[in-house]
């Protein structure tokens, strides 16, 4: 089955404390993409990937790193959180460069909430 | 100014009624029109996408598109309870990098 993956769905955590989210998908997609989801601020996109080690800012990429060194996997690395970051994170990709004809295909998402 | 707006509703409608969801953007370079579908607790799946102006109909859902305006719209005909979810519009510039998101319209369709 075609499918995005999260880990871990949920996770509540305290200010400073390195995470680490994983994306792994199983569709041989070259795109793929950080979005945060906050009420009232919808959709923002924080990093994305364009291929292997290839990657660069969204809108929102301030205390977000990423990496891609497999083509499956994007993790999404917060190094210190503060309690700001506190969201909903969709992990995204697409066959190529996010043109509109490819479909988007979104994880299930991580509730991530810093105290 | 907000790239695209969309009013968050909720929006409240009896089953079999017409929808019309709707989204405004502000920036002429963006070609490309979505609307994505997020139940709760679940990702956003694409329901449609058009290019430029005009219409798409996929069963009961029409996409339409003014760019004179920079408006768009989704129709959706015969809802039914299961469309209840957030509706999102996105929109797409030219060069495939940038997609922007509005901040989602939730649909309830009562039985």
């Known amino acids: 089955e075609a499918q995005v993956t999260q880990n871990p769905r949920y996770l509540i955590t305290v200010t400073g404390k390195k995470l680490t989210v994983t994306c792994s998908q199983n569709?041989?997609?070259?795109?793929m993409s950080w979005y945060r989801q906050d009420p009232g601020l919808g959709l923002r996109q924080i990093y994305y990937?364009?291929?292997?080690?290839?990657?660069d800012k969204g809108d929102v990429p301030e205390g977000y790193k990423v990496s891609r060194k497999e083509k499956r996997n994007f993790p999404l690395i917060l190094e210190s959180p503060s309690p700001n970051q506190t969201s909903l994170y969709f992990c995204?990709?697409?066959?190529?460069?996010?043109?509109?004809?490819?479909?988007?295909?979104f994880g299930p998402g991580t509730r991530l909430t810093v105290l | 100014q907000k790239e695209v707006e969309q009013d968050p509703g909720p929006l409240s409608v009896p089953e079999g009624a017409i929808v019309s969801l709707n989204c405004t953007y502000s920036?002429?370079?963006?070609?490309?029109f979505m609307w994505y579908r997020q139940y709760s607790r679940k990702g956003p799946e694409l329901l449609m996408y058009t290019y430029s102006s005009g219409n798409k109909e996929d069963g009961r859902f029409t996409a339409q598109v003014d760019k004179s305006s920079k408006y768009i719209s989704l129709f959706i005909r015969d809802s039914q309870p299961s469309d209840s979810a957030t509706y999102l519009c996105a929109v797409m510039n030219t060069g495939f990098q940038k997609l922007v998101f509005g901040t989602g319209t939730r649909l309830l369709v009562s039985p």
């Open positions: 995204a990709s697409s066959k190529t460069s996010g043109g509109y004809t490819d479909t988007q295909y």
């Open positions: 920036n002429s370079a963006f070609q490309y």
């Open positions: 569709m041989n997609h070259e795109y």
């Open positions: 990937s364009m291929n292997v080690e290839v990657t």
